[in-house]
């Protein structure tokens, strides 16, 4: 079975030739064309079998991992976006950026060391995760989910207290591992998710399109905090977890984005789309 990382996607791309990316079409079920058909990118799609993937307006990449914990099989599996994927450990440049995309054979050899693959930490450094969270989109939502990490899993409160205090994190929801880690990943992150949808469904609709994506948006904080709960219960060690740096396939405006992060500190002016 090996390893399958799948790819997340909601539009034709270019993907990497190796076979250990597993290409997926994410919120096919409610992905139509202008007459009201259903949008066929010829991947592998998120809607079949046990799904989410009419969720994927507002849980985003996350139908696609639920998807894949439901209905593959891999000895490792693991999550990155079309745009977006783990370096390999070794090469760091050269002319075609996809050659730099971490490999199937290079994965498996990490492995043999590791139980973990994350992107290298991202660091906000003048904000914490939950101010950077409070400025850029809304602090209720953190608040709510600590309550419910509070209810279903308490042992869980002190960790989500030092991880909102921490200016740096494994960001993006990627991250690959083996098969015993996802499925206690998978069942501890959508109890939270699902019981926060209860919670703020009604909000949804009072959001815009970028905003109310935000479920996904929350998952890529508390994985950190399942993280370093399983560090802090001896379940991983520090060896156990591989940081890998991030490519992005496309340019990022660099002067747009930090404006619009200094904006969101300091003038209060949330997010109002990607970068």
Avoid at 53 to 76: I, R, V
Avoid at 202 to 220: K, N
Avoid at 222 to 235: D, K, M, P
């Amino acid at each position: 079975m090996a390893t399958k990382i799948i790819i997340a996607a909601h539009k034709q791309y270019r993907m990497p030739d190796d076979p250990v990316y597993v290409p997926v079409q994410v919120g096919a079920a409610c992905n139509k064309d202008a007459d009201g058909n259903p949008v066929d990118l010829g991947f592998l799609k998120d809607n079949s079998g046990d799904n989410i993937s009419a969720k994927n307006p507002h849980f985003c990449e996350l139908t696609g991992l639920y998807w894949a914990w439901k209905n593959l099989e891999a000895d490792h599996l693991g999550l990155v976006h079309y745009r977006r994927y783990f370096g390999s450990p070794k090469k760091t440049k050269a002319k075609d950026l996809y050659d730099t995309i971490l490999t199937g054979e290079e994965a498996e050899r990490l492995f043999e060391k590791h139980r973990v693959l994350v992107p290298t930490r991202r660091n906000y450094y003048i904000e914490t995760l939950y101010s950077h969270y409070a400025h850029t989109h809304y602090a209720e939502h953190l608040d709510e989910t600590r309550k419910i990490i509070e209810e279903l899993c308490p042992e869980y409160l002190g960790t989500f207290d030092t991880v909102m205090a921490q200016r740096s994190g494994y960001m993006f929801n990627m991250c690959v591992m083996d098969r015993e880690l996802m499925n206690a990943y998978c069942e501890w992150v959508f109890r939270i998710l699902f019981r926060l949808e209860d919670a703020l469904k009604a909000q949804e609709s009072e959001l815009s399109f970028y905003q109310g994506r935000f479920y996904g948006r929350v998952s890529e904080i508390i994985f950190n905090v399942w993280l370093q709960h399983q560090l802090e219960t001896g379940v991983l060690s520090k060896k156990d977890i591989c940081e890998l740096p991030c490519i992005y396939t496309e340019k990022v405006n660099w002067l747009r984005k930090g404006t619009a992060f200094l904006s969101a500190k300091f003038l209060h002016k949330r997010y109002k789309n990607s970068f």
